[in-house]
């Protein structure tokens, strides 16, 4: 086959010759960079524009910053304790301020070689640093912050926490109006002195002290680095409670100093070995939180929020000493109680990571939702088995449980245990060191309890305990919990008796007593004593001392329930609170510990009604006295019962502590000015002492928040009584024995007092010997009403 004949103008085909290397690198590489920066500069077009617009709709809205420039700290309202000791502050800001001039240097280059190193650089938002967390952030799995110190200041002082994208806008437009109206000293000054950096302290000055215990111009370099790592996480860089985890930041800071060249390497050198010394005692002394609640809330009441901001001081009567003692004692008594009960489970589970460098924080974080109580310490699982356990603190310290501390756990860490009260890893638990400095597994007590006392001649309070932790329950169980006193109700009857001609001689029968539920269609009342047995006629000394439930009930009857009703009012006590029905005689109404602690005062100082006092002094800012207590000087208007009435009730109420439900008290203090009264009301809901020295009043009160049974044999002389022997065996070490003196009207007949017109032969002789049908005087069965509202009100009461 003959081949197609060839154009003259038509070569033969060939192979592409090789781009030239001129034009291999313009369309290799300069082209790509020439399109990305063309997109970019479309993208920082639109940027642009968007931050005009943002500038155009957002910037005019902002709130106006001149106050900035004239900022006044608001001082905070402080509490003190009798002797001056500061145990409380409360306001928005609690800080020492201090000029840029008096905050020294050191501190200044710490803060700003990790916050940020290029502050008197930018003009309020650093570019550089943007640009730089973007790339740690495209890099890192972990994010990293680019707000400058100005944009700081423009969070704390006017943007809410949450993070958001439009948070973050205003927080730009902020900054940059804030550096367009304050110098940069301005803005370091306001941010030195506002931030928030734990332990109760806003600002370096403030957190200097409560840390070092020392003025800031006193700083080192090593010290300034610790404080500054502080504002990123002030619970997880506490350097008290996370030494190890602070000072790995510390040591960063300095490092970033030296590399900003605010120090020279010797110094660098120098910081990195210093060991730093804290402040070992606290600038606020623990314990005392319910004491400066309360005050803060008087004060509340008396100025409204000013009380916050104009530097109130206000001095208390509390005693700093015996507050602490009664903590402990109440916190000692809760956790008695608690070791009897079974084990209830870790308080929560935390999934931890597989990855060892990421434990210790996943660690601290879960842990902050737990904090320490006192000495019972918060602790994350780590490895468990039957015979150990290891867990790791909130400072990062890794401790060991032995078989002997794993005994109130039960079977919890076998594989038997139920998911909810199993120990495994990720369970947080609660631990305690004993003295032999051997770890065991606690838990932090569901019970709660108050105390407060008081002198009964002035009323001014010596020691408040609110509950078992304050920080954990802010609730005031002394002032705001309503409870049944039970029978240390019980005095306030026999008081309401002895107007009526009962006198301690006075024979009442312990008989059962039945209250047929009749045409009401209730149930019947068949009340019982607490130990259930019956022991026939006694004295009312002797009833008073064993607190015998039938007893109290037929006294009520014989004086009448409303009688007893408005006779209670002389105590200070709510005739609401309190119905005028049998149930009353066992402690059915409701009080307050420190309702309570009131009452008894009245029997303790003789028959007069003094109020409880708490605040002695108020003075402002600048130190003009505001407010001033007088002291009380009893006289006859402020008389609530007849002397007389007061000295034959201390007689009886210091039989029980003699020889009655609560003997333990003179047994084991060793003397006999000790008065008061046990109790414990319906199915051991409440547990109650109160109980007094002629110079001292106190009340205890145990039970749960949500009234549950505490167990068959808890009871008040058995669970409060001791929390007051431990306090007392305190309070009373210096006060000698004092005795009452006998008042006019009362006779002396065979070793038993008795009022001049009620001797034998004139007072009330007996009750309940005789068939109410056959007895002179008895009082007359309840009616059909009473019996129903008695049911409604108490079911079966048997009170201790």
């Known amino acids: 086959m003959s081949q197609p004949e060839l154009s003259p103008n038509t070569s033969a085909p060939q192979d592409k010759p090789a781009i030239a290397p001129k034009a291999w690198w313009r369309r290799w590489v300069l082209t790509p960079i020439l399109t990305v920066i063309g997109l970019s500069a479309a993208g920082a077009m639109s940027v642009l524009l968007l931050v005009g617009i943002g500038l155009c709709v957002a910037y005019p809205n902002l709130p106006e910053v001149h106050g900035l420039a004239v900022y006044q700290p608001k001082m905070p309202l402080r509490v003190y304790a009798s002797n001056g000791t500061l145990i409380g502050e409360f306001g ?24 940020d190193a290029r502050f008197y650089q930018h003009g309020g938002v650093d570019y550089l640093g943007v640009l730089r967390a973007g790339l740690a952030n495209f890099g890192e799995s972990r994010s990293q912050g680019a707000s400058t110190i100005t944009m700081q200041v423009a969070r704390n002082f006017y943007l809410p926490s949450e993070k958001t994208f439009t948070r973050k806008i205003y927080e730009i437009l902020l900054a940059m109006k804030i550096e367009s109206k304050l110098s940069k000293d301005q803005i370091l000054e306001l941010y030195m002195n506002q931030i928030f950096l734990g332990q109760r302290a806003y600002g370096f000055a403030a957190a200097s002290d409560i840390y070092f215990g020392k003025p800031i111009k006193d700083l080192t370099v090593a010290e300034a680095a610790m404080l500054a790592g502080l504002p990123k996480a002030p619970s997880a860089y506490n350097p008290i ?9 510390q040591q960063y800071i300095i490092d970033r100093m030296y590399e900003n060249r605010f120090i020279t390497a010797e110094q660098r050198d120098e910081a990195k070995a210093q060991a730093l010394r804290y402040r070992t005692k606290p600038p606020i002394p623990p314990y005392a939180e319910y004491v400066a609640e309360a005050a803060r809330s008087l004060m509340h009441e008396q100025y409204g929020a000013e009380a916050y901001t104009r530097g109130l001081n206000v001095y208390t009567s509390m005693d700093l ?77 890794q401790v060991e449980i032995g078989a002997d501390g794993l005994k109130s756990v039960g079977k919890a860490l076998t594989e038997q245990a139920s998911p909810k009260h199993q120990i495994r890893r990720g369970a947080v638990i609660r631990l ?12 932090l007590p569901e019970v709660e309890g108050a105390f407060v006392s008081m002198d009964p001649r002035t009323g001014l309070i010596r020691a408040m305990v609110g509950g078992f932790d304050f920080e954990r329950n802010k609730f005031n169980h002394v002032t705001q919990a309503w409870r049944q006193p039970g029978s240390s109700f019980k005095p306030f009857i026999y008081s309401a008796a002895l107007e009526k001609g009962f006198t301690p001689a006075t024979v009442v029968n312990d008989a059962p007593l039945f209250y047929d539920a009749g045409s009401t269609g209730s149930r019947a009342w068949e009340p019982k004593n607490y130990d259930g047995k019956f022991e026939g006629p006694m004295s009312l000394r002797r009833a008073l001392a064993k607190s015998k439930n039938m007893v109290s009930i037929r006294v009520l009857e014989s004086v009448g329930t409303h009688y007893a009703q408005n006779w209670l009012t002389n105590f200070g006590f709510d005739a609401d609170k309190h119905l005028p029905y049998l149930p009353m005689a066992l402690g059915a109404g409701s ?18 009604r003094v109020n409880p006092t708490l605040v002695l002094k108020v003075t402002d800012g600048r130190g003009h006295t505001l407010a001033q207590y007088r002291p009380n000087v009893l006289d006859e208007s402020m008389r609530g019962i007849d002397a007389r009435n007061a000295f034959v009730m201390n007689s009886l109420l210091q039989e029980v502590t003699r020889s009655g439900t609560a003997a333990r008290a003179q047994s084991t203090l ?115 009403s009473e019996k129903s509202d008695i049911l409604d009100m108490f079911g079966k009461p048997a009170s201790e």
């Open 92 to 115: 928005e800001e609690k800080r020492h301020f201090l000029p840029i001039s008096e905050i020294p240097k050191v501190m200044r280059d710490a803060v700003l070689a990790i916050e």
């Open 241 to 249: 409670r996370n030494p190890r985890r602070a000072t790995i930041r």
């Open 321 to 397: 000493e015996e507050q602490a003692i009664a903590a402990k004692a109440l916190r000692k008594g809760l956790l008695d109680f608690d070791r009897r009960q079974p084990w209830r489970g870790p308080e929560a589970y935390v999934e931890l990571p597989t990855d060892p460098k990421q434990v210790d924080i996943m660690i601290a974080e879960a842990l902050e939702e737990h904090p320490d109580s006192d000495t019972i310490r918060a602790a994350l699982v780590t490895d468990a088995s039957p015979q150990r356990v290891r867990a790791t603190l909130q400072s990062g310290e």
């Open 432 to 443: 305690e060191q004993g003295s032999d400095g051997k770890w065991a597994i606690r838990q």
């Open 591 to 608: 009080v307050t510990p420190m309702q309570m602690a009131d009452a008894y005062a009245v029997f303790a100082n003789g028959g007069y």
């Open 670 to 784: 060793k003397r006999p000015d000790l008065y008061g009264k046990t109790g414990t009301t319906n199915d051991s809901m409440d547990a109650w002492f109160a109980g007094y020295h002629p110079h001292l009043v106190a009340v205890v009160w145990i039970g749960y928040d949500q009234p549950r049974k505490l167990g068959d044999r808890e009871t008040g002389g058995g669970l409060s009584l001791p929390v007051w022997i431990d306090y007392m065996a305190f309070a009373l070490r210096h006060t000698p024995v004092v005795e009452y003196t006998p008042p006019e009207g009362l006779v002396n007949i065979g070793g038993e007092w008795f009022y001049e017109e009620y001797t034998r032969s004139s007072g009330v002789r007996d009750v309940g010997l005789q068939s109410p049908d056959a007895e002179e005087g008895a009082p007359s069965a309840p009616s059909a």
